[in-house]
């Protein structure tokens, strides 16, 4: 068996399309049109690179966009003016932290201080707690959003089937968990203390390898036919590669390129939540 592939470039066009024209008629109809503020601390170039992207998809479909950049050297008090100075900004429909953020940034902090209406990556306690407690108006992270918009689009069926993640994070794993729950999936997370990560994994039809452990899932890991979702971002002589080992591809039945699944789909979902963010504040 070749995977068929879960080409996140092409449903990632699609979401911007749709996202162009909403915006379009909002615009039209006399609406206020999204702005997205980023923010980077540092100067890491993947980063950066990141930014871009984000502020290019942006543009490209009429949202409005800054980009602010802060030294390595940033304090998180000196984050958290930058923060207050957005949440007041009435033109800023959303705010977009860059992570990974240097050591020295306490996050936990940040997201605690961004306000939940512009909170586009869902972080804030407020968002995390209601999609936690499947409570509406909660902003589902771009990353898991665009994992489950993904295996929707490919008409993969999340009720009833056993998903397990590789992965605990707040930023991938834990809310990538609650979606598929609320979906109606079978749910197991795996970590680093999970015995027998093989076994798991063997049961999975949809899994979801998010452990930025290049090689970590091997082919006998996987069981035939499954949806493999590739989040990780890991750099090997160079290139990008996910968790996945050589011959997957051969056993599972769905499968996200690395690259061109899970990074296109997370920044369209970036694009999706900015304009929800401005339909919110301003209906
Ligand atoms: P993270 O905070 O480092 O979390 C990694 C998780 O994987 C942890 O829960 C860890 O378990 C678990 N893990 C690590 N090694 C393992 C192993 N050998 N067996 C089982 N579990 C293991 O990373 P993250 O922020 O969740 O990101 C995960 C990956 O996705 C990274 O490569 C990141 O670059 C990538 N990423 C990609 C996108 C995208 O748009 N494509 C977006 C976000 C992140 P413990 O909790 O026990 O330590």
Redesign the pocket.
């Known amino acids: 068996m070749t995977a068929r592939l879960l080409d996140g470039r092409a449903v990632a066009k699609q979401v911007y399309a749709e996202v162009e024209q909403a915006v379009s008629e909002r615009v039209a109809r006399g609406g206020s049109r999204p702005r997205l503020a980023t923010v980077l601390v540092g100067d890491d170039p993947a980063s950066a690179q990141y930014v871009e992207l984000k502020q290019r998809n942006a543009q490209k479909v009429g949202i409005e966009s800054e980009d602010h950049r802060l030294l390595a050297s940033s304090t998180t008090e000196e984050l958290l003016a930058l923060v207050e100075r957005l949440n007041r900004d009435e033109r800023v429909s959303a705010i977009l932290i860059q992570q990974p953020a240097p050591k020295q940034i306490d996050m936990s902090r940040i997201a605690m201080e961004v306000d939940p209406v512009k909170d586009v990556d869902g972080f804030h306690p407020i968002n995390a707690g209601k999609v936690a407690l499947g409570l509406p108006g909660g902003v589902e992270p771009c990353?898991p959003a665009g994992i489950v918009y993904l295996l929707e689009k490919f008409s993969i069926s999340i009720a009833g089937a056993n998903a397990v993640i590789?992965?605990?994070?707040n930023?991938?794993?834990k809310p990538t968990a609650l979606l598929m729950l609320k979906r109606n999936a079978t749910v197991t997370v795996?970590?680093?203390?999970?015995q027998d990560?093989a076994g798991h994994t063997r049961a999975a039809d949809i899994l979801v390898a998010?452990?930025?452990?290049a090689n970590?899932i091997t082919r006998d890991m996987v069981k035939p036919g499954a949806a493999v979702v590739d989040?990780?971002?890991?750099w090997v002589d160079g290139r990008q590669a996910g968790d996945l080992g050589h011959g997957v591809e051969e056993v599972a039945g769905w499968l996200t390129p690395n690259p061109g699944g899970?990074?296109p789909m997370?920044r369209a979902m970036l694009i999706k939540n900015t304009l929800e963010a401005e339909v919110r504040r301003r209906p």
Not at 190 to 194: G, I, L, S
Not at 231 to 234: D, E
């Open positions: 990353t590789v992965g605990r994070s930023l991938v794993g795996c970590h680093t203390k999970t990560l998010a452990a930025g452990r970590l989040v990780s971002t890991n899970v990074g997370t």
